[in-house]
């Protein structure tokens, strides 16, 4: 089992700067990949940005230039540094980690709140 412990959500203006941190126990391998997806009210969950354990990096098209994607693989914690945030960015960040054992195993942490407003 891996367990998934978020922090950093919040309330920021439009324009501004919010860092999302995760950390991750358990039974981690060594080559994963880990993320963050967002669900914003009556919306699907959607990818923002992953990053694999051999640093590489994926971002959904909304946020590339805007947001980035980083990890501690000694840590096993993954950041996601948010800058020019937008309205449209407000939604529970959920952080995730995959990884391929007998099977492929989705790990997902409890969501954090994150809202855009002025």
């Known amino acids: 089992q891996v367990q998934l412990v978020e922090s950093g959500g919040g309330l920021v203006q439009p324009g501004g700067s919010l860092a999302l941190s995760c950390a991750a126990s358990?039974?981690?391998?060594?080559?994963?990949?880990m993320g963050w997806y967002r669900q914003a009210p009556g919306k699907q969950r959607e990818l923002v940005a992953t990053?694999?354990?051999?640093?590489?990096?994926n971002y959904v098209d909304s946020v590339k230039g805007r947001f980035t994607i980083s990890r501690d693989n000694a840590k096993n914690t993954v950041l996601l540094q948010m800058n020019s945030l937008k309205p449209e960015d407000t939604a529970v960040y959920y952080c995730?980690?995959?990884?391929?054992?007998?099977?492929?195993?989705?790990?997902w942490g409890q969501g954090t709140q994150v809202t855009v407003s002025s």
């Open positions: 358990g039974s981690i391998f060594s080559i994963n990949t």
């Open positions: 990053i694999t354990s051999g640093g590489f990096t």
């Open positions: 995730h980690l995959g990884q391929s054992g007998t099977r492929w195993y989705d790990y």
